[in-house]
């Protein structure tokens, strides 16, 4: 079982910046996952947001996040990041770290074997 713990969320201006953090608990495997983020916003689904390979060297984003947001990933940390800039105020939502213990990259909700609690980032206007 892993547990994965999100931080970082908060209220943030439009136009700012955000640094979330997920770490896991299970290290030894922690390097093979593929993380995701995902965000849902009240009354919708929860959504892709961006993904990274277990070594790093490949990522994925949404087309709305794309060019404003990174996602990092430090093996030795057994955590993830999701850097967001130039923040909206339908970024607006709680957002999740998730793991998949298959190595190909996956946009799928269901994909993902194990979720963080997420934590909220609320951005004003």
């Known amino acids: 079982q892993v547990q994965l713990v999100e931080s970082g969320g908060g209220l943030v201006q439009a136009g700012g910046s955000l640094r979330l953090s997920c770490a896991a608990s299970?290290?030894?495997?922690?390097?093979?996952?593929?993380m995701g983020w995902f965000h849902q916003a009240p009354g919708r689904e929860r959504e892709f947001v961006a993904a990274i390979s277990w070594r790093g060297a490949n990522t994925d984003y949404a087309d709305s996040v794309k060019g404003r947001t990174t996602i990092s990933k430090d093996n030795a940390k057994s955590t993830v990041y999701l850097q967001m800039n130039s923040l909206k105020p339908e970024d607006t939502a709680v957002y999740y770290c998730?793991?998949?213990?298959?190595?190909?990259?996956?946009?799928?909700?269901?994909?993902?074997?194990?979720w963080g609690q997420g934590t909220q980032v609320t951005v004003s206007s």
């Open positions: 299970r290290d030894t495997f922690f390097s093979s996952y593929v």
């Open positions: 998730a793991a998949r213990t298959i190595a190909t990259m996956d946009s799928r909700v269901g994909a993902y074997d194990y």
